[in-house]
């Protein structure tokens, strides 16, 4: 900041002090001459909300007055009841400024019209919070500064008395609510990231938006500006705001309005709980994080969602000596099944950035979301199926020649589609140590989010490559024979059952249409696949059998863009629908559960009800699981019906934007997920891992009574 700036400032600054001071005197001698004019009159005298009262105020044309807070110069409009006992005013509520710019001073504040609201309810919470026309009229003191080419302090003795306010009054006050802010509840718009950035020697602090609205962002306009903020440097644009930051310090949380398109939020964002910051804290967490992602890919392997093809990737990995390969097959087969893994997950983390990048919200298991794909891995499951039954075979002449042994799968192009397989079916539900760290990368950088996608690949794939070399260990398998048919076939019929799980899930989301074009396509699916076993029969050519697989999976493809175009998601809620849907759900357990909705949710902590969380998936068979074990367990029952818990269930299996932004406020970024709200106090909320047995709930359930 130069020396000139700075000396207008601190003069602007001393001025407005002198003004502040002899502000009564500048008020008398302005009388009619005054640049503004303020009246005000009730909007709403309801028993529940207590007496809500417009302060309109009209602005001479070159004129303005100040916000909540004015920026770098000025005072913003204050208002004084004179209340009868048992009454009290809350803080004022100020509709979203406008930013104006005066001498190189930035400031935020109104001109032309504004309407400021006033609410009166009674001390102590009394149940008849309204007004009696006994109590009128009310007396009001209201003061203000308001600057053109000079600045001039104004007040004004207001009464309001008890005479309903006229349509045109009413119009006007209700034009001005909706430019009062709300609370952001993650439905519309949500913060999905705050950090301090540095660039070229600046550091600037950045809130990254999520969201449908997030690309519809107009303004900010922050609060305290004591607190380092640069006023004459804010970008606000598509899903992110971008402050200067003055000095190397950088606050502990920011708030502010922020203006979209459609609405005004109020927007309290700490840095600490944000993702990524510069500061060592977020730094020193990271390799711990890192950690978590890789024990977290190592335990997939022992998941309920993957132990339909455990059985075949240990079969896979069978020590070649056993069959007479070399050793060395063995293991470049087990490294050609972790870059199947690896690009797996990458590919899922360029989806996440992608659509983050769109102000999309997502997490974990998110594509399970999708009526497509659930189709098109329903797909990919029963043809590999049919590959186990013996229906067709692949030959692979680049590895080991023909593969018509009964492991038909174990050339390269079985192993790398056996570690997509693994993937897929892996990502519907959290490990144990997984949902930590995944909600700590959501919140990250895209280089930080393939960086854990990456260690959870390596984890996941770590078991079966060590395997592979060294197959000792696989010692207490029986030696290759018969048994080895057998289980083939029957792997296969356990992938045929993992298409009819699939098959139920995309039922719940598209309903009995898109379940008879999943059987339709599965049907020509299987007569491809047939006919491309008899064509490409052991003495065929290799010309011959590219010719047919060609062929083959044009039409495959065909089928598949003909039977899943126009597939819809039924019951999927748009954000004002998910914010009224309430519904009484029924487990069979006897427990009564509420269908998860963020109106809900405020209401039952207004209440200050205990809640218990229940976040699940009808894809995530660790959820059914959990539900079966230790929700329906007599015990919990019991314990939640005893001490008057309402039992919520927030469902993802078909995507929900309030339901995603919950689960991040809870640091996680997938289901299953149990929370604990004790009395409504969200701040207070017991976050159970992913792995949960009875006693360890009883012992929460009873810690939140405490």
């Not at 949710?601 to 009800?609: I, K, Q, V």
Request: hydrophobic share 50%; proline share 6%.
């Amino acid at each position: 900041m130069s020396e000139r700036t700075f000396t207008a400032k601190t003069f602007a600054g001393l001025l407005l002090a002198v003004l502040t001071v002899f502000s009564p005197l500048f008020a008398s001698t302005q009388g009619e001459n005054s640049p503004v004019s303020a009246e005000i009159y009730t909007v709403d005298n309801s028993s529940a909300e207590g007496l809500l009262v417009a302060v309109r105020m009209t602005i001479a044309p070159g004129w303005h007055v100040y916000w909540k807070n004015p920026g770098e110069a000025g005072m913003p409009v204050e208002i004084r009841w004179e209340l009868p006992d048992g009454y009290q005013a809350l803080p004022l509520e100020y509709p979203a400024p406008e930013r104006f710019e005066s001498g190189g001073l930035a400031g935020f504040g109104y001109s032309g019209e504004v309407v400021l609201f006033s609410r009166i309810v009674p001390v102590g919470g009394k149940e008849d919070r309204s007004f009696s026309e006994d109590r009128f009229p009310l007396k009001a003191e209201l003061s203000w500064l308001s600057c053109g080419e000079v600045c001039i302090p104004g007040s004004a003795s207001l009464n309001l008395d008890a005479s309903p306010a006229g349509k045109e009054r009413l119009s006007l006050a209700g034009k001005f609510r909706k430019r009062v802010p709300e609370r952001l509840d993650g439905a519309d718009l949500a913060v999905a990231r705050a950090s301090v950035i540095s660039e070229g020697g600046m550091r600037s602090l950045e809130l990254v938006f999520s969201g449908p609205e997030a690309a519809e962002i107009r303004a900010f306009y922050p609060l305290f500006p004591e607190k380092g903020l640069d006023l004459n440097a804010i970008a606000a644009g598509p899903a992110s705001v971008v402050l200067q930051l003055k000095d190397d310090a950088a606050p502990e949380r920011v708030e502010g309005v922020l203006e979209t398109t459609r609405s005004v939020y109020l927007v309290d964002a700490s840095l600490r709980q944000g993702g990524r910051r510069d500061p060592p804290g977020a730094l020193a967490s990271l390799p711990v994080m890192l950690g978590l992602a890789f024990v977290g890919g190592v335990l997939l392997n022992i998941m309920p969602c993957v132990l339909p093809v455990l059985g075949l990737k240990v079969f896979s990995l069978v020590g070649s000596d056993r069959q007479g390969d070399s050793r060395k097959t063995g293991r470049y087969l087990s490294l050609v099944f972790a870059a199947g893994v690896l690009l797996s997950f990458w590919v899922l983390a360029a989806f996440v950035w992608v659509l983050q990048g769109m102000g999309e919200q997502v997490g974990w298991g998110f594509q399970f979301q999708s009526p497509v794909f659930l189709m098109f891995i329903a797909v990919v499951v029963f043809a590999f199926g049919m590959n186990l039954f013996g229906l067709y075979e692949f030959n692979a002449p680049v590895v080991s020649g023909k593969i018509g042994r009964v492991a038909s799968h174990r050339d390269a192009l079985g192993a790398f589609v056996s570690g997509v397989l693994a993937t897929t079916l892996a990502t519907p539900c959290t490990a144990p140590f997984l949902g930590t760290a995944l909600g700590f990368a959501f919140s990250q950088p895209p280089l930080v989010i393939f960086l854990f996608f990456t260690v959870i690949a390596l984890g996941m794939a770590a078991p079966y490559v060590l395997l592979a070399w060294h197959p000792a260990w696989l010692k207490f398998l029986p030696k290759p024979g018969h048994w080895m048919y057998l289980f083939k076939q029957f792997m296969g019929f356990i992938l045929v059952a993992v298409v009819i799980w699939l098959a139920s899930i995309l039922g719940a989301q598209g309903g009995s249409p898109a379940v008879s074009r999943l059987l339709g396509l599965l049907f020509a699916v299987a007569f491809v696949l047939w006919a491309v076993g008899a064509m490409t029969a052991r003495n065929a050519s290799l010309g011959r059998r590219l010719a047919v697989w060609g062929v083959a999976l044009l039409l495959l493809v065909a089928l598949f863009v003909r039977m899943s175009s126009g597939l819809t998601v039924r019951g999927e809620l748009s954000a004002g629908q998910a914010r009224q849907n309430t519904k009484v759900l029924a487990d069979g357990s006897g427990l009564v559960w509420h269908d998860f909705s963020p109106a809900l949710l405020d209401s039952l902590r207004e209440e200050g009800r205990t809640v218990f969380l229940d976040f699940t998936a009808d894809w995530c068979i660790t959820c059914k699981v959990l539900e079966a074990s230790v929700l329906r367990n007599g015990d919990v029952v019991a314990a939640l019906r005893d001490d008057g818990v309402v039992a919520v269930r927030a469902d993802w299996t078909t995507k929900n934007d309030s339901v995603t932004a919950l689960l991040r406020k809870f640091g996680r970024s997938g289901v299953p997920l149990l929370v604990i709200i004790p009395r409504g106090d969200i701040d207070k909320a017991i976050v159970l891992p992913e792995v949960v047995t009875v006693d360890m709930l009883l012992a929460a359930l009873r810690d939140a009574r405490e």
